[in-house]
């Protein structure tokens, strides 16, 4: 395929506002934006998760979630999926088979597809990888009890039975209070079922593993498919020589990474990652865009992105990004929170995230006017 340019009508047209100087000061201040809205989106539910305000397990957060899930959907939606579709459809393409099949879409599928296999792949490696660690430490627990109870036969038969006794009403204290403690859990998520009481104690240390587990894979995924549209939208900024171009985007890529960041910074909070290991997720998100302008910018002159090539090469990428955020804005973010059981108890937070979440899919689709 050839890498050669192909100017059409819109092209030439473009090239009235070409100015590679105000270009470059506009890449600049994009940068700067960028940066900072991402820093502070993906910093609030990383700093403020031990604040009252946004706790994981507040209203706040959860409506800040929602309507963050609403931005990522409108991001895949109705800025990747039409970029790659008008990339994949451009007049420059042969048009077989660029435009004999719906290229876009089906590769948007495709990465949707592959992301549901990922996400379930890992999952259950590492509840399995939960469920060794937790068989260790009962093993470990076992092996010291057997040891307790090995010395237990040389001491005086007196102190034997008052040891003995004290022991075992130690250890029906620890399971008493721990049984309690499981059953005001159980009775608080289940005031509002009814019988899900007794379901919940059965199952509460088992679900409590899966759901951090869940969080685990789900920030990570996250992560990987917002990064990589994140790099393809900062290269399509810094190879731009309009200012025309890159003036509306800053505003909307700011907005934009705002929200994605609060969103993965919210996913990382309720996996409980170690501060090290947060704090290299949520740098490697921000400077992702930032980045890319950078990148973009130091190859301007030298890349052509009206080729054929380039243009094949952005239009799948856009794909695969729009397939992967699809797929995590509706499952992992909007059915995870949408369909449990806290919010089903709770009508008011219901009503208030749906209007959330309609609010930042609009907003986020008024953006693809300018940008």
């Given at each position: ?15 009235a ?6 270009a470059f ?16 989106g993906v910093?609030?539910p ?14 706040l957060?959860?409506?800040?979630k929602?309507?963050?899930?609403g931005?990522i ?11 790659a ?6 007049p ?16 948007a ?12 792949v890992?999952?259950?490696?590492y ?13 470990a627990?076992?092996a ?5 109870d ?5 001491m ?33 998520r ?8 007794h ?13 951090h ?13 917002i990064v990589?549209?994140?790099?393809i939208?900062?290269?399509s ?6 200012p ?42 921000a ?14 002159r030298?890349?052509?992105?009206s ?20 797929y995590?804005?509706?499952v ?23 209007v ?15 940008a």
């Amino acid at each position: 395929m050839s890498a050669t340019s192909c100017v059409t009508a819109g092209g030439e047209a473009g090239d009235a506002c070409r100015d590679g100087g105000a270009a470059f000061l506009l890449k600049m201040v994009a940068i700067g934006a960028i940066l900072v809205a991402g820093v502070a989106g993906v910093a609030i539910p990383l700093v403020g998760r031990k604040r009252r305000l946004l706790r994981t397990d507040g209203s706040l957060f959860v409506l800040a979630k929602a309507f963050a899930a609403g931005v990522i959907l409108a991001t895949g939606f109705v800025h990747m999926l039409h970029d790659a579709q008008t990339a994949l459809t451009d007049p420059c393409l042969p048009e077989s088979p660029w435009r004999r099949f719906p290229f876009s879409g089906f590769v948007a599928m495709l990465a949707a597809l592959g992301t549901l296999v990922v996400d379930f792949v890992s999952t259950q490696l590492y509840e399995r990888k939960h469920h060794d660690e937790q068989m260790g430490l009962k093993a470990a627990s076992a092996a010291v009890a057997a040891a307790s109870d090995s010395i237990v036969p040389m001491m005086p038969e007196a102190d034997s039975e008052a040891g003995r006794g004290k022991a075992g009403m130690h250890i029906v204290g620890i399971h008493a209070h721990a049984a309690e403690h499981r059953h005001s859990h159980a009775h608080e998520r289940g005031a509002c079922a009814g019988g899900q009481a007794h379901h919940d104690h059965a199952y509460h240390d088992e679900g409590h593993v899966s759901s951090h587990v869940r969080h685990v894979v789900v920030s990570q995924i996250l992560e990987l498919g917002i990064v990589s549209h994140s790099v393809i939208i900062g290269l399509s900024v810094g190879v731009s020589q309009s200012p025309c171009t890159i003036r509306p985007l800053i505003a909307a890529l700011s907005f934009h990474q705002f929200f994605e960041g609060f969103a993965l910074g919210g996913c990382i909070s309720q996996a409980q990652f170690k501060n090290a290991a947060a704090a290299a997720m949520a740098c490697f998100f921000a400077i992702t865009t930032p980045g890319g302008v950078a990148a973009g910018a130091a190859v301007a002159r030298q890349f052509n992105a009206s080729s054929p090539r380039a243009l094949v090469v952005e239009g799948i990428l856009d794909a695969v990004s729009a397939g992967i955020l699809i797929y995590m804005a509706l499952v992992d973010l909007i059915a995870a929170d949408f369909l449990s059981h806290r919010m089903r108890c709770n009508f008011r937070m219901q009503v208030a995230s749906y209007v959330a979440l309609f609010l930042g899919a609009a907003s986020m689709s008024s953006l693809a006017t300018w940008a």
